[in-house]
């Protein structure tokens, strides 16, 4: 064991035995209160985030062989496993994959299809304007299977414990057995040959994740168009590892069933870097301020991706690795990579977790789009007007803005640059975010009306206490998997396969009037036909 002291942190590298919890008591759920670490030593906390990734339970494999690790040459963390299920967690089995490595010395890639990167490149966060190293990126290069490689995979299939059915594997990043026995009509798969880094000689062969055995990998991948004369320097290999399920969890990341304890990542049933890097983000922050008695974050399907992962995974739970698209999103044409700052910087600065740099920034920021829109909708003429300064409109005699013409074919910021005095000034960065606001302008008028009737049913909790035996009107399915869930809102219900049951959105309004307006903050009946009634403004959502 050794630690890295830095300030207000400390790193401690240890195995985790188990999690220490407060004695059970008939009227709360158990609280954490400590963390039993390999040398006996319990390290007292208020909250843990569990981020395992597949190293609950891992096992990985090449060919036939099966060992306890949850990455090559790491051990797998089997203990907490048992700990968990001690707990009363329902535990499953996922698993993934990995591509070997390759020498780059040993690689040909002389006619090989060259992929250069962006240029300009674009950043992936609002504090940076120009990437460090667009000038010194380096190039990936495309290769493909061919009808040899498929019959080495196909006469080796019996050679891998790793492509049983039993467990799932991601849907949408396959193994290459996978494809090879799924899509047996394709003559050919491509595969990206990318570079580790600057100072790496290791080539990552991207869409060839592989479990067969070692010497069978490098049959197959000297089959391959460039490849011929290939190091291998590491064998593929894949990895089976436990997860929770995710309806365990509320929409904080935080356990129904253990109060400060949250899951991240893996272990909640999801695949991807950047699944994970969310997960971590939002039970990293609820962790923190549980831990100083403050309230939580939770994000909507309306607030952002995150808020549509979260909700998927304690909605539906399982069943094969989660992966994040953005057409899992009921929203996505307002949930855009642009807006992201504008949509959730001001709940990160009120959870406390942005700097003051970032917030004079974004203040900044959202000033400009204010003032740029303010601009482009104060410039209105009729449509003779438009059509002289050489733009399609049609000669109907409405007045329109030069915001509005952004939406049109053909029309972007640069050319109504001329017509609205004093948009020139305004960055590059800004214009080009006015132009995209101006293109999804209706859309997003649209959807403010989907999101306003969301958000309705978002605002009436449910008493996650509330005793579903005495609802009438419900089949014993209904309330088995409503007790199950816990929805804290009638959208989260609403959401649950209980939806086919008509009878059920109405029970659980009369449950948030009824039930929680005994508490003093529920939602009476009246308001509750109020809020039906009452048709939501349809607005554009101004930035």
């Given at each position: 064991?050794?630690?890295?002291?830095?300030?207000?942190?400390l790193?401690?590298?240890?195995?985790?035995?188990?999690?220490?919890?407060?004695?059970?008591?008939?009227s709360?759920?158990?609280?954490?209160t400590?963390?039993?670490?390999?040398?006996?030593?319990?390290i007292?906390?208020?909250?843990?985030?569990?981020a395992?990734?597949?190293?609950?339970?891992?096992?990985?494999?090449?060919?036939?062989?099966?060992?306890?690790?949850?990455r090559?040459?790491?051990?797998?963390?089997?203990s907490?496993?048992a700990?968990?299920?001690?707990?009363?967690?329902?535990l499953?089995?996922?698993?993934?994959?990995?591509?070997?490595?390759?020498?780059?010395?040993?690689?040909?890639?002389?006619?090989?299809?060259?992929?250069?990167g962006?240029?300009p490149?674009s950043?992936?966060?609002?504090?940076?304007?120009?990437v460090?190293?667009?000038d010194?990126?380096?190039?990936?290069f495309?290769?493909?299977?061919?009808?040899?490689?498929?019959?080495?995979?196909?006469?080796?299939?019996?050679?891998s414990?790793?492509i049983?059915?039993?467990?799932?594997?991601p849907?949408y990043?396959?193994?290459i057995?996978?494809?090879?026995?799924?899509?047996s009509?394709?003559?050919?798969?491509?595969?990206?040959?990318?570079?580790e880094?600057?100072?790496?000689?290791?080539?990552?062969?991207n869409?060839?994740s592989?479990?067969?055995?070692?010497?069978?990998?490098?049959?197959?991948?000297?089959?391959?168009?460039?490849?011929?004369?290939?190091?291998?320097?590491?064998?593929?290999?894949?990895v089976?590892?436990?997860h929770?399920?995710?309806?365990?969890?509320k929409?904080?990341?935080?356990?129904?069933?253990?109060?400060?304890?949250?899951?991240?990542?893996?272990?909640?049933?999801?695949?991807?870097?950047?699944?994970a890097?969310?997960?971590?983000?939002?039970?990293g922050?609820?962790?923190?301020?549980?831990?100083?008695?403050?309230?939580?974050?939770?994000?909507?399907?309306?607030d952002?991706?995150i808020?549509?992962?979260?909700?998927?995974?304690?909605?539906?739970?399982?069943?094969e690795?989660?992966r994040?698209?953005?057409?899992?999103?009921?929203?996505?044409?307002?949930l855009?990579?642009d807006?992201?700052?504008l949509?959730?910087?001001?709940?990160?600065r009120?959870m406390?977790?942005?700097?003051?740099?970032?917030?004079?920034?974004?203040?900044?920021?959202?000033?400009d789009?204010?003032?740029?829109?303010?601009?482009l909708?104060?410039?209105?003429?009729?449509?003779?007007?438009?059509?002289?300064?050489?733009?399609?409109?049609?000669?109907?005699?409405?007045r329109?803005?030069?915001?509005?013409?952004?939406?049109?074919?053909?029309?972007?910021?640069?050319e109504?640059?001329?017509?609205?005095?004093?948009?020139?000034?305004f960055?590059?960065?800004?214009?080009?975010?006015?132009?995209?606001?101006?293109?999804?302008?209706?859309h997003?008028?649209?959807?403010?009306?989907?999101?306003?009737?969301?958000?309705?049913?978002?605002?009436?909790?449910?008493?996650?206490?509330?005793?579903?035996?005495?609802?009438?009107?419900?089949s014993?399915?209904?309330?088995?998997?409503?007790?199950?869930?816990?929805?804290?809102?009638?959208?989260?219900?609403?959401?649950?396969?209980?939806?086919?049951?008509?009878?059920?959105?109405?029970?659980?309004?009369e449950?948030?009037?009824d039930?929680?307006?005994k508490?003093?903050?529920?939602?009476?009946?009246?308001?509750?036909?109020?809020?039906r009634?009452?048709?939501?403004?349809?607005?554009?959502?101004?930035?």
């Amino acid at each position: 064991m050794f630690s890295i002291d830095q300030k207000d942190l400390l790193f401690i590298t240890c195995d985790v035995k188990d999690v220490v919890l407060s004695p059970p008591s008939p009227s709360s759920h158990p609280h954490v209160t400590g963390l039993r670490i390999d040398l006996g030593e319990v390290i007292p906390c208020k909250t843990i985030v569990v981020a395992t990734g597949t190293f609950l339970g891992g096992e990985a494999h090449i060919g036939l062989e099966t060992t306890p690790f949850g990455r090559l040459g790491e051990p797998a963390s089997h203990s907490l496993s048992a700990s968990l299920r001690e707990a009363g967690f329902v535990l499953a089995r996922l698993k993934t994959g990995t591509p070997p490595r390759l020498d780059v010395r040993s690689i040909s890639f002389e006619g090989l299809a060259e992929q250069v990167g962006d240029k300009p490149a674009s950043p992936f966060g609002f504090l940076t304007d120009r990437v460090a190293n667009e000038d010194n990126q380096v190039s990936c290069f495309q290769t493909e299977t061919n009808a040899g490689t498929h019959a080495i995979v196909q006469a080796n299939l019996h050679k891998s414990i790793h492509i049983r059915e039993t467990v799932k594997g991601p849907r949408y990043c396959p193994s290459i057995e996978s494809k090879i026995i799924r899509f047996s009509d394709k003559l050919s798969h491509t595969i990206w040959l990318e570079p580790e880094g600057y100072d790496s000689n290791l080539i990552y062969p991207n869409g060839l994740s592989v479990t067969l055995p070692a010497e069978t990998q490098l049959e197959m991948l000297r089959s391959i168009r460039g490849l011929e004369n290939v190091e291998m320097v590491q064998p593929g290999y894949g990895v089976e590892y436990d997860h929770v399920d995710p309806r365990e969890l509320k929409h904080t990341l935080e356990t129904k069933r253990i109060g400060g304890l949250f899951l991240a990542g893996q272990i909640n049933g999801t695949t991807g870097y950047e699944e994970a890097a969310a997960q971590g983000v939002l039970a990293g922050i609820n962790a923190g301020r549980l831990a100083i008695g403050k309230e939580q974050l939770t994000l909507s399907r309306a607030d952002g991706f995150i808020g549509v992962l979260v909700d998927d995974l304690v909605t539906k739970g399982v069943n094969e690795p989660y992966r994040m698209f953005t057409s899992r999103s009921e929203y996505r044409v307002s949930l855009r990579a642009d807006n992201a700052d504008l949509r959730l910087t001001p709940k990160g600065r009120a959870m406390g977790v942005v700097s003051d740099a970032r917030w004079e920034v974004f203040c900044r920021t959202k000033s400009d789009m204010e003032s740029g829109i303010a601009l482009l909708e104060g410039t209105t003429k009729p449509p003779e007007h438009w059509n002289l300064v050489g733009f399609e409109v049609r000669r109907d005699g409405h007045r329109r803005s030069a915001f509005d013409l952004l939406h049109y074919k053909g029309i972007g910021v640069k050319e109504v640059l001329a017509q609205v005095p004093g948009l020139e000034d305004f960055s590059p960065r800004i214009l080009e975010r006015l132009e995209i606001e101006g293109l999804y302008k209706q859309h997003i008028i649209r959807q403010t009306h989907e999101v306003a009737l969301f958000l309705r049913d978002e605002n009436l909790l449910i008493d996650p206490d509330l005793d579903y035996a005495l609802l009438p009107g419900m089949s014993s399915e209904v309330r088995q998997t409503l007790t199950r869930a816990r929805p804290t809102t009638l959208g989260h219900a609403k959401r649950l396969e209980v939806r086919s049951h008509p009878s059920v959105p109405l029970k659980l309004d009369e449950a948030c009037a009824d039930q929680r307006g005994k508490a003093g903050f529920g939602w009476s009946g009246a308001m509750i036909q109020q809020l039906r009634n009452t048709k939501p403004p349809i607005t554009t959502i101004q930035r």
